[in-house]
């Protein structure tokens, strides 16, 4: 059982009632956008809703800062927490513009489900991110490669111990002007002691807890020089899944291919937009699973000509080198690779409005 929600608000007006706060002292003068890490700059406000009595209420953006929380916590103590990314921009007549929100609302009902926590009416959702990037405008970044990094949330806010689902959230956005995740090509390391989840688990669901049990091998494969994993089933290690920040695909003989959705894999809006590109191209797509020792024949064999990962954050990461068992497999040069190339143009020129919006995936607003 989850909670379903309503929400004291003039949602029968058509829009929600959210109370807006702004800084006294805004520091937008000294924000340079040339030199951006990716999520260390936060903007100056941040939009706050909370769940009791079966309602969402007193929905509001304030400035951004720090807030008080008990040492009882549940969130704290059962891990009830669930998050989204997403990247707004700017085009350039001013509009603002996110991609596929709707998505990203869906999959955030779906880990709240999964948590057991209260649903979040997707419009809610929308809406509390476009008045917040109203409100932060000026802070959307405009230099290459750079974005709005959007992260809503949503935490149990239950003050009391005992494993149970919690009867109170919070649910918040804030925003990060970013620059790219990976400035380059990354290495990766197929992952065959630890599992990131288990059939049946959480795996599906964008929740702290996925990300908190990969640090551990993450670190291990970073101080080895590794940028990223790449999991496989918890069950045998003999079947890809996923990268750590990141849906993985491979073109192997001409054939754009990647694994199947499971309880063990995060239905990526990326993955999904990936797919339906592809696919309106022309190009050949076969979603099925993808065994470690297939991967490594068709890199030895050169049938493998291209490997990235998509996901919000990266958008489309070209793989330069994976490794398996000790051996390192360099792949195919960057400038090589027209699928991944031609995806990355076309998501990012769409992104930013550069080009039409062909697939309707474009939401603008001022």
């Known amino acids: 059982m989850y909670l379903r929600a309503e929400f004291l608000s003039l949602e029968n007006m058509g829009k929600y009632d959210i109370r807006i706060e702004r800084v006294k002292n805004s520091k937008i003068d000294e924000f340079d956008s040339s030199n951006l890490k990716f999520g260390k700059m936060l903007s100056e406000h941040m939009f706050v809703a909370d769940y009791t009595d ?7 953006i304030i400035p951004y800062g720090n807030f008080e929380i008990s040492p009882a916590n549940s969130a704290i103590h059962y891990g009830q927490s669930i998050f989204e990314g997403m990247k707004a921009f700017k085009n350039d007549r001013g509009e603002i513009l996110l991609f596929r929100p709707d998505m990203n609302a869906a999959r955030f009902n779906r880990s709240a489900e999964r948590m057991c926590m209260a ?31 959007i992260r809503p949330f949503m935490f149990a806010t239950d003050s009391a111990l005992g494993v149970k689902p ?50 551990f091998p993450a670190q291990k494969a970073k101080q080895d020089g590794f940028d990223q994993i790449i999991w496989t089933d918890g069950a045998t290690h003999t079947f890809i ?94 400038e090589s690779r027209p699928v991944a190339n031609d995806i990355h143009n076309f998501l990012e020129k769409v992104k930013r409005g550069q080009i039409e919006d062909e697939l309707g995936w474009i939401t603008k607003f001022q």
């Open 241 to 334: 899944e996923e990268a750590g920040t990141m849906n993985i695909m491979f073109v192997i003989d001409g054939v754009l291919r990647t694994c199947p959705l499971t309880s063990t894999i995060l239905p990526g809006v990326t993955r999904d937009s990936v797919l339906k590109y592809a696919a309106h191209k022309g190009m050949e797509i076969n979603e099925a699973p993808i065994k470690v020792d297939e991967l490594i024949a068709a890199i030895e064999n050169k049938s493998l000509t291209e490997a990235f990962g998509v996901g919000t954050a990266v958008t489309v990461s070209h793989i330069k080198e994976i490794s398996y068992k000790g051996k390192n497999h360099n792949l195919p040069p960057i």
């Open 119 to 149: 649903q979040l009416p997707e419009d809610l959702f929308i809406e509390a991110i476009q008045e917040l990037l109203r409100v932060d405008k000026n802070w959307i970044p405009d230099a290459p490669g750079s974005s709005m990094y």
């Open 54 to 60: 079966g309602k969402w209420q007193d929905a509001r």
């Open 166 to 215: 919690s009867e109170t959230y919070r649910f918040m956005v804030i925003n990060s002007p970013s620059g790219p995740y990976y400035a380059e090509p990354v290495r990766v390391k197929i992952e065959t002691d630890y599992t990131r989840a288990a059939s049946g688990g959480t795996g599906a669901a964008k929740t702290a807890g996925n990300y908190a049990a990969s640090l």
